[in-house]
């Protein structure tokens, strides 16, 4: 099964925009993709690093759910290491992918997240921004103990 086949089950549609797959969970299955800038029929596709494990798509959700597109917002403008981080990771973000512009996620704001899964998949596709680390760092574990993808049916 090739990884964009095993991306389409994890996703449970194709992906639109797939380029590569940008980390692999230590089951060797694709958990974050790179997509293109703009998807096959000449769209914008705003989110160049996209998390596709489902353990991880879950996990992230519930901090979401829980408040923490705000808390991490806040945290980003009150803490002047957050807000560096932010900011390099948005102008890394632009640097890497000019034909738009826009930081993580497509954003267009600054100081404030758009989406804690954009920014856990830039943090492990891009190593060393420490905004995206410490979210993931809020997950009981970023890795399930058995692989998600292999127990879903096929």
């Not at 102008?91 to 993580?104: K, N, S, V, Y």
């Not at 804690?116 to 943090?123: K, N, V």
Request: charged residues 25%.
């Amino acid at each position: 099964m090739s990884d964009e086949e095993i991306v389409e089950r994890q996703l449970g549609r194709p992906p639109r925009a797939f380029l590569r797959v940008a980390v692999r969970c230590p089951f060797g299955k694709p958990a974050v993709t790179e997509q293109a800038a703009i998807d096959e029929d000449g769209h914008p596709f705003p989110t160049q690093f996209y998390v596709t494990c489902k353990y991880l798509v879950a996990a992230i959700s519930r901090l979401e759910a829980n408040g923490g597109v705000e808390r991490w917002s806040r945290a980003a403008q009150e803490d002047e290491e957050l807000a560096r981080s932010l900011a390099d990771a948005q102008a890394e973000q632009r640097r890497i992918r000019p034909e738009l512009d826009a930081g993580i996620g497509g954003s267009t704001r600054s100081g404030s997240l758009k989406c804690l899964h954009a920014h856990a998949a830039f943090a492990l596709a891009r190593p060393g921004y420490d905004l995206g680390d410490r979210i993931l760092a809020e997950l009981p574990s970023l890795w399930p103990d058995s692989c998600c993808t292999c127990s879903t049916p096929d």
